[in-house]
């Protein structure tokens, strides 16, 4: 049994005739499960790989409602022995390489183990809050908020070669049959000198099939964050030092099971359903 710090609230909504108010020591137990199963996930993951396609945007009004498509990026991401490993495949469809690089831009990688590992870790002493019962893809879920500090933190942000470890919060869907997390919502908390704001995560779970068997694993994730324009480095002139909006939306295709039959492809694939 791991530690827990939590915190309740009166459910806020009226219940369906099904459910039943939880008392304290039911949402104890339901957070004791949840994070027991979080805490063992990598433990049942297979060595695997897959390709992880994400297309950049930037909106230079910083309204969020005049998205421009910066690139596509595809990356070979390898799980073996509990680690991540990504190998840059393709930028706009086309090899990578030296005639070919990644223009500057907001990326993100731990995906598989660390979002997890940075809500649910004992150390970092999470405080968890009774948020609301809800459904997700069709299936009854438990929504609790979750709130760390900067002092515990496991989330690291970086901006031109500055890389602090930053608090944050935000939500976890458990489904409420199996107790494992299908969507994580997670917004950062950095210095408010920090360059980066408004800096959000939202990461989508499912039952992929790897090598005959199904495995809960990322589906899709999205990433914003408000940036100085002057990071992006584009060679477009525009007003200086000003604000834009940053947006990636990454899907995660052609789960296989690591070996000599993982074979790199190029190109996407339509990502699983959700």
């Not at 219940?15 to 008392?23: E, G, H, I």
């Not at 027991?36 to 909106?59: E, I, S, W």
């Not at 909006?245 to 296989?256: A, G, I, K, P, S």
Request: proline share 5%; aromatic share 10%.
């Amino acid at each position: 049994m791991w530690p827990l710090a939590l915190l309740l609230v009166a459910i806020g909504a009226p219940l369906a005739p099904a459910q039943r108010a939880l008392s304290i020591d039911d949402l104890k137990e339901i957070v004791r499960q949840i994070g027991d199963r979080a805490m063992n996930y990598t433990k049942g993951l297979p060595d695997f790989v897959c390709t992880q396609a994400t297309h950049r945007f930037v909106d230079y009004t910083a309204t969020g409602e005049h998205w421009e498509p910066q690139d596509t990026i595809e990356q070979q991401l390898t799980y073996f022995d509990g680690h991540e490993k990504y190998k840059l495949l393709t930028i706009d469809g086309r090899a990578a390489g030296a005639g070919n690089k990644l223009k500057a831009g907001v990326t993100s990688s731990g995906e598989f183990a660390s979002m997890l590992d940075q809500i649910f870790d004992p150390s970092v002493a999470a405080t968890f809050r009774w948020n609301r019962f809800d459904k997700l893809r069709g299936r009854p879920v438990y929504v609790f908020s979750f709130q760390v500090e900067a002092s515990r933190s496991h989330a690291t942000i970086g901006v031109s070669g500055t890389l602090i470890e930053t608090a944050y919060h935000g939500l976890i869907f458990a489904d409420r049959d199996t107790k494992l997390v299908t969507r994580v919502e997670m917004q950062a908390d950095p210095p408010q000198d920090f360059p980066m704001r408004d800096i959000s995560h939202v990461l989508d779970y499912g039952l992929v099939p790897v090598a005959g068997e199904e495995y809960t694993l990322p589906l899709h994730s999205e990433m914003r964050a408000r940036v100085p324009e002057s990071l992006l480095r584009d060679g477009k002139k525009r007003v200086q030092a000003r604000e834009v909006l940053t947006r990636n939306e990454v899907d995660f295709l052609l789960y296989r099971k690591y070996g000599a039959q993982a074979a790199i492809k190029f190109g996407s694939d339509d990502p699983p359903k959700k």
